[in-house]
């Protein structure tokens, strides 16, 4: 079946830049996502990008999808206590559902 | 929008009651979905429904789980009997239709079985 792999805790300083990385197995996924989940909070979605492409840039947040190794990546530039929460990956898959990650919780230390 | 709405937000109960989750979607969506995350198994997909329907409830754990949506604005996620290993937070999603169209999480129960 589909599995998403992230790695589940990552801390950056303040200002510094962030990745979070994910891999994933469905060679079929059309669509790829990241959500955001602030303490408390439902998921929000960050930013997606189709299978057919590598990269995408909005803002602060730049996506890299390698295809061919079935991995994804965020990265947060300039990155701020605001950005702690966990990250989760998600897939769409064949069967048109996501599958998500297990959710990279991203510490920012000042 | 208000977003998708829950409740209630928090949960607790003992063990053996029957514990109702509500969910309205946003409006002009046509697919739903409920998730149960916890520590150990992470964000899990329990069922979806388009247009009112349940299409793949393979997801919910067991008999003691139903789900309906009698309308287009208005969901519920039944637990009964509840047991501690239920306790987790709910989270219900809607989309304007399932696939790619993005998904909007409601804020999610916290549900504690003691």
């Known amino acids: 079946g589909e599995d998403v792999e992230q790695s589940l805790f990552l801390s950056v300083r303040e200002g510094d830049s962030s990745v979070i990385n994910c891999t994933y197995t469905?060679?079929?996924?059309?669509?790829l996502y990241w959500y955001k989940q602030e303490p408390g909070a439902g998921l929000q979605l960050l930013t997606y990008?189709?299978?057919?492409?590598d990269m995408k840039q909005d803002q602060r947040l730049t996506v890299l999808l390698n295809k061919k190794d079935k991995h994804l990546s965020l990265r947060i530039a300039d990155t701020q206590t605001g950005d702690s929460a966990i990250y989760f990956c998600?897939?769409?898959?064949?069967?048109?559902?996501?599958?998500f990650g297990p959710g990279t919780r991203l510490s920012v230390l000042p | 929008d208000a977003g998708v709405i829950q409740s209630p937000r928090h949960e607790v109960t003992e063990m053996g009651q029957e514990v109702t989750l509500r969910c309205k979607p946003i409006?002009?969506?046509?697919?739903l979905f409920w998730y149960r995350q916890t520590m150990m198994r992470g964000l899990e997909l329990l069922i979806y429904?388009?247009?009112?329907?349940?299409?793949?409830d393979s997801g919910m754990p067991e008999d003691r789980f139903s789900a309906k949506m009698p309308n287009a604005s208005f969901s519920t996620l039944k637990i009964q009997p509840s047991e501690p290993r239920d306790s987790a937070v709910y989270f219900c999603?809607?989309?304007?239709?399932?696939?790619?169209?993005?998904?909007?999480f409601g804020p999610g129960t916290r549900l504690l079985v003691l």
């Open positions: 409006s002009g969506h046509n697919s």
């Open positions: 999603a809607s989309s304007v239709r399932q696939g790619i169209e993005t998904q909007y």
């Open positions: 469905d060679s079929s996924s059309t669509y």
């Open positions: 429904f388009n247009n009112n329907v349940p299409i793949d």
């Open positions: 990008i189709f299978s057919n492409m």
């Open positions: 998600a897939e769409l898959n064949y069967g048109q559902n996501f599958v």
